[in-house]
């Protein structure tokens, strides 16, 4: 039964991952119609920051399950919430880096897509 609810668990993180992604989408497009190309790649960076950090964090944290795991599960976890914001500095210096970068949409699309995990009870059951 744990292992059940541990697949099940980990499939929810996978599909808020993608949510996120889908939602990254949706605010580039809304960038795009309603500014410019410029804004819209941003904010779709932003998004996939927010997309990319999460998805190592759903790996490193559901790698492993059961009670006799506690220890290795703890570990996990905090490796990868470490990996996480490790990563997330990195991507945005990266995206920061680029001449084209607009900082508003990139911003925008960051936070609003790192914001959908807060609706992730609404929308998956674990």
Known sequence: MAELNSGQTRKSAYLLVLFQA??????ALIFWATLDVAAAKSAFKGGLVAVVANFV???FAFRHSGAEKAE??????LR????KVLLTVILCA???QQEQTV????LTGF???LLTQWTAPFFFKH
Do not use: C, D, H, N
Not at 22 to 27: C, D, K, P, W, Y
Not at 72 to 77: G, K
Not at 103 to 106: E, H, W
């Open 22 to 27: 889908l939602v990254a989408l949706t605010i």
């Open 57 to 59: 964090f759903a790996f």
């Open 72 to 77: 290795l599960i703890a570990a996990s976890m």
């Open 80 to 83: 990868g919430q470490s990996f």
């Open 94 to 96: 990266a995206v920061f």
């Open 103 to 106: 900082a508003g949409p990139f």
């Open 111 to 113: 936070l609003l897509t």
